[in-house]
């Protein structure tokens, strides 16, 4: 069974950072790229990063460039956002999704971690 | 970038109505789209993808359509468990992604 858990999420100032977690089970997880989506309280989706199966490729939303870093370790199954200079519109609950290269859309999501910017 | 809407943002439907939501992208996506169902405290779950492709495990009475600009949603016959909010997500800029603002469906 495929299973995505985040962790890392919690409350921190503005201008600080944070680094969530995502650890993926239950496939071969150095063959999918992977993504970042988040939410904000009672909002819509938004992408926010992409990394490819192999780290060779990887994207931003412009919301989030130059602040946030995605990484992988695929020895430990696991997907990592590393956000630095947090603002109060970060504040959302994130999630990590599995990216189908079949279909190239999200078929598996985690639960979400959520995280809070304030002072 | 591209762009996308979808109306309404909110409907009140009962069970056994059918129900159809739009999604317009600002550019030709051809069928890179797919539709998501949201409930409350939980992750989205997909339904559809490639336009009109049911996922695995998804009842029937759900079913997409469209290619290009124009995508609609339908759900045949409304049951209690659909009651929750649609995104549709597009991935002809892949690998960036845009969602629609979301549907809202709850019960009349």
């Known amino acids: 069974e495929v299973q995505l858990v985040e962790s890392g999420g919690g409350l921190v100032q503005p201008g600080g950072s944070l680094r969530l977690s995502c650890a993926a089970s239950?496939?071969?997880?150095?063959?999918?790229?992977m993504n970042w989506v988040r939410q904000a309280p009672g909002k819509g989706l938004e992408w926010v990063s992409y990394?490819?199966?192999?780290?060779?490729?990887?994207y931003y939303a412009d919301s989030v460039k130059g602040r946030f870093t995605i990484s992988r370790d695929n020895a430990k199954n696991s997907l990592y956002l590393q956000m630095n200079g947090l603002r109060a519109e970060d504040t959302a609950v994130y999630y990590c999704?599995?990216?189908?290269?079949?279909?190239?859309?999200?078929?598996?999501w985690g639960q979400g971690t959520l995280v809070t910017v304030s002072s | 970038d591209i762009q996308m809407t979808q109306s309404p943002s909110s409907l009140s439907a009962s069970v056994g109505d059918r129900v159809t939501i739009t999604c317009r992208a600002s550019?030709?996506?051809?069928?890179?789209l797919g539709w998501y169902q949201q409930k409350p405290g939980k992750a989205p779950k997909r339904l559809i993808y490639?336009?009109?492709s049911l996922q695995s495990g998804v009842p029937s009475r759900f079913s997409g359509s469209g290619s290009g600009t124009e995508f609609t949603l339908t759900i045949s016959s409304l049951q209690p468990e659909d009651f929750a909010t649609y995104y549709c997500?597009?991935?002809?800029?892949?690998?960036?992604?845009?969602f629609g603002p979301g549907t809202k469906v709850d019960i009349k």
């Open positions: 999704a599995r990216d189908e290269s079949s279909t190239w859309s999200f078929d598996y």
């Open positions: 997500l597009q991935h002809n800029s892949y690998p960036r992604f845009t």
């Open positions: 990394i490819s199966s192999s780290s060779r490729t990887i």
């Open positions: 550019q030709g996506i051809r069928n890179d």
């Open positions: 239950g496939f071969t997880f150095s063959s999918y790229s």
């Open positions: 490639a336009a009109s």
